[in-house]
């Protein structure tokens, strides 16, 4: 088992940024892959960025160049950084984590049935 905790969300203007952050625990040896989603009002969760062996990035085209997802494993910490940021954008933010290493490599969107623990989700709200 793993656990993981969010950091609060917030509010913010369109254009500002904002820092999330999710605390990783337990069985954190098993993690294989890291990764950011978000699900807005009505809509289906979707992913946002991913991470594996610290370093290697993916990012789902609509934030690409404006997220950054990284991760500190002297404190089991997930973090994104979102620049930019956008009305749209308006979400409840998910980390999640997955113990197939597969999933991390693979091209294209990743679903969210391929990740085995969330966190809590933390609301971020862009006003425009």
């Known amino acids: 088992q793993v656990q993981l905790v969010e950091s609060k969300g917030g509010s913010v203007q369109a254009g500002g940024s904002l820092r999330l952050s999710c605390k990783l625990s337990?069985?954190?040896?098993?993690?294989?892959?890291l990764a950011w989603f978000r699900q807005a009002a009505g809509k289906e969760r979707e992913w946002v960025a991913r991470?594996?062996?610290?370093?290697?990035?993916k990012y789902t085209g609509a934030v690409d160049n404006r997220f950054y997802i990284s991760e500190d494993d002297a404190s089991n910490t997930l973090y994104l950084q979102m620049n930019s940021l956008k009305p749209e954008e308006t979400a409840m933010y998910y980390c999640?984590?997955?113990?197939?290493?597969?999933?991390?490599?693979?091209?294209?969107?990743?679903?969210?049935?391929?990740?085995?623990?969330w966190g809590q989700g933390t609301q971020v709200t862009v006003s425009s």
């Open positions: 999640a984590v997955g113990n197939d290493a597969r999933v991390c490599s693979q091209e294209g969107k990743l679903g969210a049935h391929q990740f085995h623990f």
């Open positions: 337990g069985n954190i040896y098993s993690v294989k892959c």
């Open positions: 991470i594996r062996d610290g370093s290697l990035t």
